[in-house]
């Protein structure tokens, strides 16, 4: 046997898949469904997690021009306080 041989041995995949799937059971119907059902839960959880960060950032926003709304009330009451 040359190099040459040996090196076709070795990238030559009997069943065309990957490697790392060999030895691996197919996948089952109820597994499949189990995964799924766990990427949907994960996905509605996410759906759920950005609309509570959504809500957040509105709030933080009204707040944070409500805040905005007093500075300019305090700095008009203190220029005011200030006249002679």
Not at 23 to 44: C, S
């Amino acid at each position: 046997m040359t190099v040459d041989e040996d090196v076709l041995m070795l990238d030559y995949q009997e069943d065309g898949g990957s490697s790392s799937d060999k030895g691996k059971a197919p996948m089952d119907a109820d597994q499949l469904r189990a995964l799924q059902e766990a990427f949907e839960k994960q996905q509605e959880a996410l759906e759920k997690q950005r609309s509570d960060h959504q809500n957040l950032e509105s709030k933080v926003d009204k707040l944070d021009s409500k805040v905005d709304t007093l500075n300019d009330k305090f700095d008009i009451l203190l220029a005011l306080l200030k006249k002679p």
